[in-house]
């Protein structure tokens, strides 16, 4: 056993909405909750509507860009909650995913997507291929919620709570998997992205 196996993931869950009315506080804080309850983790909740980004990056980057920045590369591992709109996820994700180049390299991103009738998930699979392109590795399982206004009750908690507890339990098995993995091939060999 390795010293990383006693030591808890630090795990970034990044709400990607920001848009008012948005749903995505619901599901990003029941996500959280479920996480947080976990001892093989550390959780940073990043909300991006509380995490303001400019849209064009001016040079040097200025302290909120280089606060997120830092919390991204202190990170072991990734859960971006995403709503699909228009059959992608929300602008100011990409704005916050292309904010940080090499701080998402070696490192494990999942999945919690919601929406309509699919449920996020053609929001996830853009989003596995813009990883991809910054050398993260993105864990197969995911949670989904189809029509996901209905899929929750008044205080915030999955009507189905079994479930979803059971689906966002494989999903942050796989996020510790490899993130202690990833942590252990760091900290012997630094990643060349």
């Given at each position: 056993m390795t010293q990383s196996e006693?030591?808890?993931?630090?795990?970034?869950?990044?709400?990607?909405?920001?848009?008012?009315?948005?749903?995505?506080?619901?599901?990003?804080?029941?996500?959280?909750?479920?996480?947080?309850?976990?001892?093989?983790?550390?959780?940073?909740?990043?909300?991006?509507?509380?995490?303001?980004?400019?849209?064009?990056?001016?040079?040097?980057?200025?302290?909120?860009?280089?606060?997120?920045?830092?919390?991204?590369?202190?990170?072991?591992?990734?859960?971006?909650?995403?709503?699909?709109?228009?059959?992608?996820?929300?602008?100011?994700?990409?704005v916050a995913i292309d904010t940080v180049k090499d701080g998402w390299a070696a490192k494990p991103v999942g999945f919690v997507g919601y929406g309509g009738m699919s449920g996020g998930l053609r929001a996830i699979e853009h989003l596995r291929a813009v990883f991809a392109e910054l050398h993260a590795t993105t864990v197969r399982d995911t949670v989904?919620?189809?029509?996901?206004w209905l899929r929750f009750d008044d205080e915030g908690r999955p009507r189905d709570a079994d479930q979803c507890g059971a689906a966002a339990t494989k999903l942050l098995d796989q996020v510790v998997w490899w993130g202690?993995?990833?942590?252990?091939?760091?900290?012997?060999?630094?990643?060349?992205?």
């Open positions: 006693n030591e808890p993931i630090v795990l970034a869950v990044i709400i990607g909405s920001t848009r008012h009315g948005r749903f995505a506080d619901v599901v990003g804080d029941w996500f959280a909750g479920i996480a947080t309850a976990r001892a093989d983790l550390t959780v940073d909740v990043i909300d991006l509507a509380e995490t303001p980004l400019p849209g064009n990056m001016p040079r040097p980057a200025p302290p909120e860009v280089q606060a997120f920045a830092a919390r991204i590369s202190a990170a072991d591992a990734f859960v971006v909650i995403t709503p699909e709109y228009n059959h992608s996820y929300p602008g100011p994700l990409k989904s919620f189809h029509g996901a202690r993995a990833l942590r252990d091939a760091r900290a012997v060999r630094p990643y060349a992205s």
